[in-house]
């Protein structure tokens, strides 16, 4: 009895086998895509002669030289100087930011801390008191006030594609609290201006 009992299971089994080896598989197939990117560029370049010559100047060692005409400055003695500048052609949109100047390497402090600035950004004219009115658009200091030669400005928006360049006009006064002692010294500053893509 046991037997027959074995036998059957066996037999079941046998036949659940044979079940599993008819079954068929799935069919499959595949798709690939594929994309190919490219990262998009900010550069910069400047111009000292109002948009006569462009070149980058991307160091403080190379930085762009702005002719103010201030050999001799005493107190109360204003000077301006222009500086555009532009994205590069093939170049995104972006922000600039005026960081506050710094000393240059070798001049006097004290001297550097005798001056005061204001900048404005223009569209036409040339650099000079003119651009400093009320309704002037002003990136350090307003049309009643003047700040320290450190003092970092108000971004202001540079266009795409070397577009319309962003004319800036730095004005300088010597304060007229400067002391006598500063006869005869010298001093620079040297100044970032920053840029930030849109994109």
């Excluded at 659940?16 to 370049?45: I, K, P, R, V, Y």
């Excluded at 462009?54 to 107190?75: K, N």
């Excluded at 100047?101 to 006097?108: C, N, S, Y």
């Amino acid at each position: 009895m046991k037997l027959l009992r074995v036998r059957a299971l066996l037999a079941g089994g046998l036949v659940l086998g044979a079940g599993a080896t008819m079954t068929l598989a799935a069919w499959n197939d595949s798709e690939f895509a594929t994309g190919t990117f490219s990262a998009s560029s900010f550069a910069l370049q400047s111009s000292t002669d109002s948009g006569g010559t462009w070149q980058e100047h991307g160091t403080s060692a190379t930085a762009a030289t702005m002719s103010f005409t201030a050999g001799g400055m005493s107190p109360g003695a204003v000077n301006y100087a222009p500086i555009w500048l532009r994205t590069v052609t093939g170049s995104v949109s972006g922000t600039l930011e005026l960081q506050g100047g710094q000393v240059v390497q070798g001049g006097d402090a004290s001297l550097f801390a005798a001056f005061d600035y204001r900048v404005v950004r223009y569209s036409s004219g040339s650099c000079d008191a003119s651009q400093f009115g009320a309704g002037s658009t002003y990136i350090v200091g307003s049309s009643s006030s003047k700040v320290a030669l450190g003092t970092a400005g108000a971004g202001t928006a540079v266009a795409a594609n070397a577009a319309s360049p962003v004319q800036l006009c730095f004005e300088i006064t010597m304060k007229t609290t400067a002391d006598n002692s500063l006869q005869g010294t010298s001093s620079g500053a040297v100044w970032e201006i920053k840029g930030t893509s849109d994109s």
